[in-house]
């Protein structure tokens, strides 16, 4: 396939909506060029045309780029820490299929075996993306606490499939904002989710940062929080100790919940005066270590995310007051904004999604 055709499909994944007009200016060649390779395209089964929304202007009526109805789709897998959720994304990045279910951790081999079953029923699947909580290494191997899982291998996901990406949770949430959601217009966007721990990353120029080891991101792992406090990872005074859903049970002298994530949204909703006090506290957490990333980072946006969102509209003041408090003097005439994620709890299999055609739109080139 030639780099035109690859441009112009990344285009359209990219882009949904897209005319040939439009397309012909982005790529900086003429209609007629964008004509021919729309051609090209339909005849492999990758595009198809479509008329567009009613402009009223006068004219042709115009017609939009979309995904053949009998094209390639790739799998997009989420495992959190006790479900796990399988889509089926066509190019442009719309869901045509979804199968999902509850899993109690422990044993990977049985929820890995349930989400490859699931894999396979989806039809005309060439690519897999899987999102997973826990650093991902460049060799599809996860560690993950919320799991209990160690060094476990992901591949298997991938078998049969032209191409194959894992990665961090966080960190593929942090590229679906940047690609779909509320950093689109970002030149430097931080990402920082909170869910049963917390992460993130960082997208430069349309780029995740992934890190020597592709494992960038663990935000919630820098020594931000209480040293006193031992983390399951291995390390002291993690910052997302203090701000997930077990910071809230420690906070209100409680045991840690069987369930931190759906634990934090009911004490987040409450509203009584120790559930508020606690809240408080741990959006005061999630705001200084914010004030961190951005004096290290330097960013532009920063795009908050999972219970990061619940915490922000609970307790704004709060979050507000502790960034400003924790950046540098020089930052604070122009800090960088703090925007919950457009995504929701959608971020990582989007971010999955997105990262499994991109692999798979520059195979073509092969």
Same mark, same amino acid.
């Given at each position: 396939m030639?780099?035109r055709?690859?441009?112009?499909?990344s285009?359209v994944?990219?882009?949904?909506?897209?005319?040939?007009?439009?397309?012909?200016?982005?790529?900086?060649?003429?209609?007629?060029?964008?004509t021919?390779?729309?051609?090209?395209?339909?005849?492999?089964?990758?595009?198809?045309?479509?008329?567009?929304?009613?402009s009223?202007?006068?004219?042709?009526?115009?017609?939009?780029?979309?995904?053949?109805?009998?094209?390639?789709?790739?799998?997009?897998a989420?495992?959190?820490?006790e479900t796990?959720?399988?889509? /089926?994304?066509?190019l442009?990045? +719309?869901?045509?299929?979804? #199968?999902g279910? =509850?899993?109690?951790? %422990?044993?990977? $081999? *049985?929820?890995l075996?349930?989400?490859?079953?699931?894999i396979?029923?989806?039809?005309?699947?060439?690519?897999?993306?899987?999102?997973?909580t826990?650093p991902?290494?460049?060799?599809?191997r996860?560690?993950?606490?919320?799991l209990?899982?160690h060094?476990?291998d992901?591949?298997p996901?991938?078998?049969? /499939?032209?191409?194959?990406?894992? +990665?961090?949770d966080a960190? #593929?949430a942090? =590229?679906?904002?940047? %690609?779909r959601? $509320? *950093?689109?217009?970002?030149?430097i966007a931080?990402?920082?989710?909170?869910?049963a721990g917390?992460?993130g990353?960082?997208?430069?120029?349309?780029?995740?940062?992934?890190?020597?080891?592709?494992?960038?991101?663990?935000?919630g792992?820098?020594?931000?929080?209480?040293?006193?406090?031992?983390?399951p990872?291995?390390?002291?005074g993690?910052? +997302?100790?203090?701000?997930?859903?077990?910071?809230l049970?420690?906070?209100?002298?409680?045991? *840690?919940?069987p369930?931190?994530?759906?634990?934090?949204?009911?004490v987040?909703?409450?509203?009584?005066?120790a559930e508020?006090?606690?809240?408080?506290?741990?959006?005061?957490?999630?705001?200084?270590?914010?004030a961190?990333?951005?004096?290290?980072?330097?960013?532009?946006?920063?795009?908050?995310g999972g219970?990061?969102?619940?915490l922000? +509209?609970?307790?704004?003041?709060?979050?507000e007051?502790a960034?400003?408090d924790g950046?540098?003097?020089?930052r604070?005439?122009?800090?960088?904004?703090?925007?919950?994620?457009?995504?929701?709890?959608?971020?990582?299999?989007v971010?999955?999604?997105?990262?499994?055609?991109?692999a798979?739109?520059?195979?073509?080139?092969?």
């Open positions: 030639t780099t055709s690859v441009q112009l499909l285009l994944h990219a882009r949904p909506g897209l005319t040939r007009a439009e397309a012909a200016r982005l790529l900086g060649v003429g209609t007629g060029a964008v021919e390779l729309v051609g090209r395209l339909t005849a492999a089964g990758l595009l198809s045309e479509g008329p567009a929304a009613p009223g202007a006068r004219g042709r009526p115009t017609t939009t780029l979309l995904p053949h109805p009998a094209g390639p789709l790739v799998a997009a989420s495992i959190t820490h796990w959720q399988v889509d /089926a994304v066509e442009g990045g +719309g869901v045509v299929g979804s #199968l279910g =509850a899993h109690r951790g %422990g044993d990977p $081999a *049985a929820v075996g349930a989400v490859a079953t699931a396979r029923q989806l039809p005309r699947i060439r690519g897999v993306g899987v999102a997973v826990g991902v290494s460049r060799d599809h996860v560690d993950s606490p919320a209990g899982w060094d476990v992901l591949t996901l991938g078998t049969g /499939a032209d191409v194959f990406v894992a +990665g961090n960190m #593929l942090a =590229a679906a904002e940047s %690609g959601g $509320a *950093a689109a217009e970002a030149s931080l990402h920082v989710r909170v869910a917390l992460g990353g960082i997208v430069a120029g349309g780029r995740i940062v992934t890190g020597a080891l592709g494992a960038a991101g663990e935000f792992h820098m020594p931000f929080g209480d040293p006193s406090l031992r983390c990872c291995g390390a002291s993690c910052w +997302g100790n203090g701000v997930d859903g077990n910071a049970a420690r906070l209100l002298g409680r045991p *840690a919940p369930d931190p994530i759906a634990y934090a949204r009911r987040i909703a409450s509203g009584a005066p508020r006090h606690a809240v408080r506290t741990a959006a005061a957490a999630l705001g200084r270590g914010i961190g990333l951005v004096n290290g980072l330097d960013p532009d946006l920063v795009t908050v219970l990061g969102v619940e922000l +509209g609970a307790a704004p003041d709060a979050v007051a960034y400003r950046l540098m003097t020089f604070r005439r122009s800090a960088p904004p703090v925007v919950a994620a457009a995504l929701g709890d959608d971020g990582p299999i971010g999955a999604a997105g990262e499994a055609w991109a798979l739109i520059d195979a073509q080139t092969g």
